[in-house]
């Protein structure tokens, strides 16, 4: 708990200093108080921050998640526990070895798709 907290209050401080010192200022020298501030500048920095924190900590569940399931359900953990056990280590190592290979090739695509997602993203704010 106290974990979650110190993360969301490290999040909220480095959100509001990616804020837009300009545009503050610029809303400040119209008359703008603090609560017409607030929605204006501070809101959109922060709906931005927020949305690519979501699309990271879901990218990292589904890593999780796959590296997850192919241990546990395709029964690799219990085969490379096994192997451990009565020393063959040669099937331990092709375990370990298609476990990276997957993890590997999953690490590729999300990576190809990041970068797509941002491509798109920044022909988006140029239209």
């Known amino acids: 708990m106290v974990r979650v907290g110190l993360m969301l209050t490290k999040l909220t401080t480095e959100i509001l200093e990616s804020v837009n010192q300009e545009t503050i200022a610029s809303l400040r020298s119209s008359g703008a108080n603090?609560?017409?501030i607030l929605p204006l500048?501070?809101?959109?920095?922060?709906?931005?921050?927020?949305?690519?924190l979501g699309f990271y900590s879901?990218?990292?569940?589904?890593?999780?998640?796959?590296?997850?399931g192919a241990l546990?359900?395709?029964g690799l953990g219990q085969v490379l526990?096994?192997?451990i056990r009565v020393y063959i280590f040669q099937t331990v190592s092709a375990v370990v070895i298609l476990t990276s290979v997957a993890l590997s090739l999953i690490?590729?695509?999300?990576?190809a798709s990041s970068r797509e997602r941002?491509?798109?993203?920044?022909?988006?704010?140029?239209k």
């Not at 809101?43 to 949305?51: H, K, L, M, Y």
């Not at 879901?58 to 997850?68: G, K, N, P, S, V």
């Open 118 to 126: 941002d491509n798109n993203a920044r022909l988006l704010t140029l």
């Open 41 to 52: 500048a501070v809101t959109g920095f922060a709906r931005e921050s927020t949305r690519a």
């Open 34 to 36: 603090f609560l017409q």
């Open 72 to 74: 546990g359900g395709l």
């Open 107 to 111: 690490q590729f695509a999300s990576n």
């Open 81 to 83: 526990i096994d192997s």
């Open 58 to 68: 879901l990218d990292q569940t589904f890593r999780y998640t796959i590296f997850i």
